[in-house]
């Protein structure tokens, strides 16, 4: 392992690489503009064209995406033995984002327009990270094993780009490095998992004031579904015994987003609702969604018209992400420890609450560790860079890259 001062850097550079990618307005499923950018940034920086690659994930994904996750590929320069290595960040920003206007203030990278979008620091942040972990490996001449760099699309709205991937696309790697968070110093060796499930509620129309006992009131399967689902325990933070979770119901309305219903005087007959489920232990996920399901199901029953007709409900759901939590003596958690400790800092391992990447790596065989690349703040208008942890996490890169 290489002593902490060799990991130098042009920060100059990194941090303009990163202001140019926060520039960019492409937010998640119009990954196409930021796609580009990286390209032609990989390319400056001397990675062949033929070394740069788009898959077609973007063909499985069940949300419109116009373009696959971005691939790159280094050989080796180092020990003919190395076992390749995985580097990965995502190139999408949530909506918020859209127009953000990045500048430098003091050791941050702040928005202009503060108070009015996001910055996009998650996760243009990582995509600085690894085009100036490649810039600096070939400016240096750097000594590494066989590398695969990968962009994802649609991290943000389902970790999708990960999920839909083929995992033959990436070369074999044996151990993988996201950067996604905060802290340089952070190893998130486990995360939760989740589902998402939707609801469609279909009542009857009526007069509400001539004849509302004509109608069925999807409104009210609604709301005695949520009832019973609080009354059981649940509903948000949920903790049966041993087991803990958590749910929420994000949005009721109709599929394009309006408000359920037309008017005061009409007997609202349908509801459309949206709604996840996530757990450290998939069983448990599963679970939560079941008692969702169950409590729509039989409020359906009770919601009836004057004949005795009742809703009707279509309940779907998914598998978002799997959950994952790698051993403390994992090989990928110790190479992540020393580099850490090369830069001159101390490893904290931690789990989240939240889907990362990593989750469907793990799955699809490739042990991954997240770490932050000064990500603040992040989905909301006060979002910032923190240049000390960028730096640290470019630094962090080259240390993992580089060791031996």
């Known amino acids: 392992m290489p002593t902490a001062p060799a990991f130098a850097l042009d920060t100059d550079a990194a941090v303009q690489r990163l202001l140019r990618f926060l520039s960019v307005n492409a937010i998640t499923g119009h990954e196409e503009p930021i796609g580009k ?32 996750n971005l691939i790159v590929k ?36 702040v928005n202009e327009l503060e108070g009015t979008t996001a910055l996009g620091g998650d996760n243009r942040s990582g995509c ?37 991937l083929n995992p033959a696309d990436l070369g074999g790697p044996v151990v993988g490095f996201n950067f996604d968070g905060r802290s340089a110093s ?41 009832s019973e689902v609080h009354e059981g325990g649940w509903f948000g933070k949920v ?46 996920v599963r679970e939560i969604t079941a008692a969702y399901k169950s409590a729509f199901t039989a409020a359906a029953g009770r919601v009836k018209d004057h004949e005795g007709r009742g809703a009707k409900i279509k309940f779907t759901s998914r598998l978002d992400y799997v959950p994952f939590r790698l051993k403390a003596d994992a090989p990928v958690v110790g190479r992540a ?14 789990v989240t609450n939240g889907g990362l990447d990593a989750n469907w790596m793990v799955k699809h065989g490739v042990p991954t560790v997240t770490f932050g690349a000064g990500q603040n703040e992040i989905h909301t208008v006060k979002e910032y860079v923190d240049l000390v942890e960028f730096e640290a996490g470019c630094r962090l890169a080259l240390a ?3 060791a031996e």
């Open 400 to 402: 993992l890259a580089t």
């Open 74 to 109: 280094l050989p080796g320069t180092g020990k003919k033995s190395a076992k390749p290595v995985l580097f990965m960040t995502h190139m999408d920003t949530v909506p918020l984002c859209a127009g953000a206007k990045p500048k430098v203030a003091g050791k941050r990278v």
């Open 37 to 68: 950018e990286l390209a032609a940034a990989l390319q400056e920086v001397g990675v062949p064209a033929a070394a740069i690659t788009f898959d077609d994930a973007h063909t499985r994904i069940p949300e419109p995406t116009p373009i696959g």
């Open 337 to 350: 420890e020393a580099a850490i400790r090369a830069i001159g800092r101390e490893p904290n391992l931690r």
């Open 128 to 164: 600085a990270v690894l085009v100036t972990l490649v810039a600096e490996l070939l400016k240096q001449n750097l000594p590494h094993p066989p590398l695969t760099l990968l962009f994802t699309v649609r991290e943000e709205s389902g970790l999708f780009g990960a999920k839909y």
């Open 239 to 284: 903790v049966k015994g041993t087991r803990t979770g958590t749910s929420n119901v994000g949005l009721v309305g109709t599929p394009d987003g309006r408000s359920a219903g037309d008017a005061t005087n009409v007997v609202t007959d349908y509801v459309h609702v949206k709604g996840e489920s996530r757990s450290h232990d998939a069983k448990f």
């Open 186 to 226: 952070d190893v998130i060796v486990g995360a939760i998992g989740a589902d998402r499930w939707t609801v469609d509620i279909r009542g009857k129309a009526a007069h509400a004031g001539v004849a509302p006992e004509k109608g069925i009131s999807a409104t009210m399967v609604f709301s005695l579904a949520m």
